[in-house]
């Protein structure tokens, strides 16, 4: 008696010493230690009940890590198991397989397929999960840094193209369409080329419109002429806004002066015709007497 009082009261710290000191016996020491913390058998069947029901329910919280998991299912077993409940290691290695999350799935299956799990540790299990958490976790980790980096990309290329504008006549930067040098060199040719077509055609009008009016007075030529030259300059705007090209002031120079030897000719051919009508007026009159 005296040798397993001493071996029990060496194995206590100082608190639980003097729960035990004014013990006689070493069964009365064990048995008030073992209520103390065990307590009767009517409280050790309520805890039974309750870590059954906890082991039961038992489930994979929402982002836990495995390390976590395992921490709270080996409390719930080692205090069953203190508590003299003991389950089956093929028990606990379908407990934990079943209590994974969704996304643990394809892991489980393959687990369940490749190895049996009679033979299979619960340690070795867990570490087989720790391992896949591990290998998810670097795909996680890659999968953002790429859409980091995608994120960065789009946002870079979207700052380029709001801050330098591009053009779609030549595709440089720096410039818009309507400012490409290039476009503006074309529309200028093109604008010469329907400016000179029409200085010729308008010519020709001008001629036959004379013809067809060699019947009439000096003064109707003249606002006919006069209309002439408003309506080319009405129809020179019209092409002017249509082609919403700017004709510099060279060009405006050299259409001016082409118009002027124009009108000079003209006055010319009226002042001719005024000749032949006061002939003919004169012969007319004379034939008339």
């Not at 198991?81 to 994974?100: H, M, Q, T």
């Amino acid at each position: 008696n005296l040798k397993a009082k001493n071996i029990i009261t060496s194995a206590l710290g100082i608190d639980e010493y003097f729960r035990i000191s004014n013990c006689k016996s070493a069964k009365e020491m064990w048995d008030t230690l073992e209520v103390t913390h065990e307590g009767t058998n009517d409280v050790k069947r309520s805890r039974i009940n309750t870590l059954t029901h906890e082991y039961e329910l038992f489930r994979m919280n929402q982002n836990e890590s495995i390390q976590d998991m395992q921490k709270r299912f080996t409390h719930i077993i080692n205090h069953l198991a203190s508590l003299g409940k003991v389950f089956p290691n093929e028990d606990l290695i379908n407990k934990v397989l079943r209590c994974l999350s969704r996304e643990w799935q394809p892991k489980v299956t393959a687990i369940a397929e490749s190895k049996d799990l009679t033979t299979m540790s619960l340690a070795s299990l867990f570490g087989k999960l720790q391992e896949h958490e591990m290998e998810l976790m670097r795909l996680s980790q890659n999968e953002n840094r790429n859409r980091r980096k995608f994120n960065f990309n789009i946002k870079k290329k979207g700052e380029e193209s709001s801050s330098t504008p591009r053009c779609y006549e030549c595709n440089q930067l720096g410039h818009l369409r309507l400012e490409c040098p290039i476009l503006k060199r074309k529309m200028e040719k093109s604008n010469k080329k329907s400016f000179k077509e029409m200085k010729g055609k308008k010519a020709y009008i001008t001629w036959e419109e004379n013809d067809m009016d060699s019947t009439s007075d000096s003064e109707n030529e003249v606002v006919n002429l006069g209309l002439m030259a408003k309506d080319y300059e009405s129809e020179e705007e019209v092409t002017s806004s249509n082609n919403d090209i700017s004709i510099s002031f060279d060009e405006l120079q050299d259409a001016f002066n082409d118009l002027h030897k124009e009108s000079f000719k003209l006055a010319k051919l009226v002042s001719s015709y005024k000749k032949t009508i006061s002939k003919l007026e004169n012969e007319i009159s004379k034939l008339n007497n």
